[in-house]
């Protein structure tokens, strides 16, 4: 069971905006800034947005972040067919002192 | 460009230890921290501690405390994952990532931002 809870799967055709929530409580996502990291199939997980809603260089605008109180949230738009992987969010937790992730979402474009 | 080349995959009997290496290049590899992450077949991201090059530093996660071992030789900028007493709980990919967090009380502050590529620890008697 994962700290941090995140849905199982999303899915959007290409063009479309889906959104990923991760939901967690006061000793992370409310304390401390919310990671993405996007992990295609078979490779190393990528930091995709830090610091709630930063890209760093070279990921496209279309991926967006943002955080209220306990919850971060993920927005891809304009979906593409390559945007299909795994997406996990991640933060720091202060009562577990250490990193804490969600449990994943797996992105299916149909 | 920062790259993290990690050591082969690993096969081990239960109850045998395992050591990764992480290889740093194209960065000053004590001006930033690395930690391990792994991930079980079919499972999602799991911490596992953190090391300092720059001090030598560590901070583990409370499920792998006692078990694990994290180093690093700044003469070959190389970070090392040791993991004791395995059990088949612990195959899994295990991922070494840059942390820009120095210093313990920054690592609240960051995130990952270079990952290595892998490496597939099996346990299997």
């Known amino acids: 069971q994962s700290v941090l809870t995140q849905p199982p799967s999303a899915s959007g055709t290409p063009g479309e905006r889906v959104t990923i929530s991760c939901s967690g409580s006061y000793s992370n996502i409310e304390t401390n800034a919310a990671h993405w990291y996007q992990q295609l199939p078979g490779t190393a997980p990528k930091l995709l947005i830090y610091s709630n809603n930063h890209r760093p260089s070279g990921v496209p605008d279309r991926f967006s972040g943002s955080k209220s109180a306990t919850s971060a949230s993920l927005a891809i738009s304009g979906l593409q067919s390559d945007d299909e992987a795994e997406y996990y969010c991640?933060?720091?937790?202060?009562?577990?002192?250490?990193?804490?992730f969600g449990g994943g979402t797996k992105l299916t474009v149909l | 460009q920062v790259q993290l080349v990690q050591s082969g995959g690993e096969v081990k009997k239960p109850g045998a230890s395992v050591k990764v290496s992480c290889k740093a290049s194209?960065?000053?590899?004590?001006?930033?921290?690395i930690s391990w992450v792994r991930q079980a077949p079919g499972q999602g991201l799991e911490w596992m501690g953190w090391?300092?090059?720059?001090?030598?530093?560590?901070n583990y996660a409370q499920r792998v405390q006692g078990r694990v071992s994290m180093t690093t030789d700044t003469s070959t900028d190389t970070a090392y994952l040791e993991l004791r007493s395995l059990t088949s709980d612990d195959s899994a990919v295990y991922y070494c990532a840059r942390d820009p967090a120095r210093d313990r009380f920054q690592m609240p502050l960051y995130y990952f931002d270079y990952w290595g590529q892998g490496t597939l620890v099996t346990v299997s008697s």
């Open positions: 991640a933060a720091w937790d202060v009562s577990l002192n250490g990193w804490v």
């Open positions: 090391i300092s090059p720059y001090h030598g530093y560590t």
């Open positions: 194209g960065y000053t590899f004590t001006s930033y921290g």
